[in-house]
């Protein structure tokens, strides 16, 4: 009946509250709060006339026609905020305990304390940390409610495994070709080699900043770091041998221009639940449907490094170092269980695949079954944590416009992309 129900009456019981409230709540079911004095759960921060109808006790032949004067907009408003108030803050004792400990913290530290907006809109308060910053414009999730836009210049971070041996190697190529971009404002090229960093001459000459960083401890969630150097809203996240072009980097920044809360990237994998080993399961195969896009070529907002190291625990991110394999998946979960949405995947050249599985350092890695069996076991490890599976499924595919069309290539902005 609840389910059933636009609007749920919530009557005082034997004390002042009810659980009919929270049930309410997790039904999408307006409540219609009848308990003249009840102070609400969380309401020093929790704006509850954007969810909840407050009735007046003494009153009550006036609730019928007050519920019915309510506009369809507004009820869809309503019952779409309990169910952003209940997953954020009510859904588990733990979320109920890390709240209130939150509200305390922002009391304590009121210099540092959260924003009603930030703690009533999406992705709410326990995953906009204010230890990041205290302005909204800071944070992806604001941009269109603030009416601003991202800095429009990105950060291209490049992880450096193999040491430098040849002027041929892919990463030199990457270099250059990421540097050309009109939207490049710097490249980092994070050393996680166990080499001594090469000569500053060994590097390809740019137009733009290139900054060589020691990988801290030489482990993999060190390309999650909130670098300082960091600059820009926006990061590009490339595997050492990457095969992208300046016409794919610059196609693939003006689109998380658009989405600068979502993963945006090249190469797509996806999950599944296998019913026969009851657990969930990996699959690089590709298909019309996707859930994560890797970080080896891949454009996201920089509050995810910040959200990566402060919030995750350190038992996933010690796995993940310990085998030193998938940090992209869980990079792909927290981004997920932030936004509740898919990544999104732009085009792609055909070659890509084949490219990259004729690379040296990472065509054993696809190929090692070990490797694969790894990423099952993570898979189902953060899930765990994350209190259930938060990757989203997407069938879509963000191309240029007129992309294969039967038209000149000279009404084509993004011109090289099919001449790839």
Not at 159 to 168: G, K, M, N
Not at 254 to 262: A, H, K, L, M, Y
């Given at each position: 009946m609840l389910h059933n129900s636009t609007f749920c009456l919530v009557p005082r019981g034997r004390r002042l509250g009810s659980f009919r409230f929270l049930e309410a709540l997790q039904a999408a079911c307006v409540p219609v709060m009848l308990s003249n004095g009840w102070e609400l759960p969380f309401s020093e921060i929790i704006n509850w006339n954007t969810a909840a109808v407050i009735g007046d006790e003494r009153l009550l032949l006036q609730i019928p026609s007050t519920v019915r004067s309510i506009h369809q907009d507004k009820i869809l408003a309503l019952r779409q905020q309990t169910q952003f108030l209940w997953e954020a803050y009510f859904s588990s004792v733990e979320k109920i305990v890390l709240t209130t400990l939150e509200i305390i913290q922002d009391r304590v530290l009121q210099q540092e304390s959260r924003s009603t907006l930030m703690w009533n809109s999406h992705p709410g308060g326990l995953f906009a940390l204010p230890q990041y910053s205290a302005h909204l414009g800071d944070f992806p999730f604001y941009y269109a409610t603030l009416g601003i836009k991202p800095h429009p210049?990105?950060?291209?971070?490049?992880?450096?495994?193999?040491?430098?041996?040849?002027?041929?190697?892919?990463?030199?190529?990457?270099?250059?070709?990421?540097?050309?971009?009109?939207?490049?404002?710097?490249?980092?090229?994070?050393?996680?080699?166990?080499?001594?960093?090469?000569?500053?001459?060994?590097?390809?000459?740019?137009?733009?900043?290139?900054?060589?960083?020691?990988?801290?401890?030489?482990?993999?969630?060190?390309?999650?770091?909130?670098?300082?150097?960091?600059?820009?809203?926006?990061?590009?996240?490339?595997?050492?041998?990457?095969?992208?072009?300046?016409?794919?980097?610059?196609?693939?920044?003006?689109?998380?221009?658009?989405?600068?809360?979502?993963l945006v990237g090249y190469p797509a994998r996806s999950h599944f639940w296998d019913s026969n080993k009851e657990r969930w399961g990996y699959t690089s195969k590709w298909t019309n449907d996707y859930s994560m896009v890797l970080t080896g070529a891949a454009i996201y907002h920089r509050y995810y490094?910040?959200?990566?190291?402060?919030?995750?625990?350190?038992?996933?991110?010690?796995?993940?170092?310990?085998?030193?394999?998938?940090?992209?998946?869980?990079?792909?979960?927290?981004?997920?269980?932030?936004?509740?949405?898919?990544?999104?995947?732009?085009?792609?050249?055909?070659?890509?695949?084949?490219?990259?599985?004729?690379?040296?350092?990472?065509?054993?890695?696809?190929?090692?079954?070990?490797?694969?069996?790894?990423?099952?076991?993570?898979?189902?490890?953060?899930?765990?944590?994350?209190?259930?599976?938060?990757?989203?499924?997407?069938?879509?595919?963000?191309?240029?416009?007129?992309?294969k069309d039967q038209v000149s290539i000279l009404r084509k902005k993004y011109r090289d992309i099919e001449r790839l």
């Open positions: 210049k990105f950060t291209a971070v490049i992880h450096a495994v193999t040491p430098l041996f040849s002027q041929s190697q892919p990463i030199l190529k990457l270099l250059v070709s990421v540097a050309k971009s009109q939207y490049c404002a710097q490249i980092i090229v994070l050393w996680n080699c166990d080499k001594p960093l090469p000569a500053k001459h060994r590097w390809p000459a740019t137009s733009v900043p290139v900054i060589v960083i020691e990988g801290e401890n030489k482990v993999m969630s060190s390309r999650f770091l909130p670098y300082e150097t960091i600059v820009t809203d926006a990061v590009l996240s490339l595997d050492e041998d990457t095969v992208l072009s300046t016409t794919e980097v610059d196609f693939a920044f003006t689109v998380w221009q658009s989405f600068p809360e979502r490094h910040f959200l990566y190291t402060n919030f995750l625990p350190a038992s996933l991110k010690g796995m993940v170092d310990q085998l030193a394999n998938c940090e992209d998946i869980l990079m792909n979960f927290l981004v997920s269980a932030v936004t509740k949405l898919p990544p999104i995947k732009v085009t792609q050249k055909k070659q890509y695949k084949e490219t990259m599985m004729g690379q040296s350092s990472r065509a054993s890695r696809w190929a090692d079954p070990d490797h694969f069996a790894q990423r099952q076991t993570c898979m189902n490890k953060f899930a765990s944590w994350f209190g259930g599976m938060p990757l989203v499924h997407s069938q879509m595919r963000l191309d240029p416009v007129l992309f």
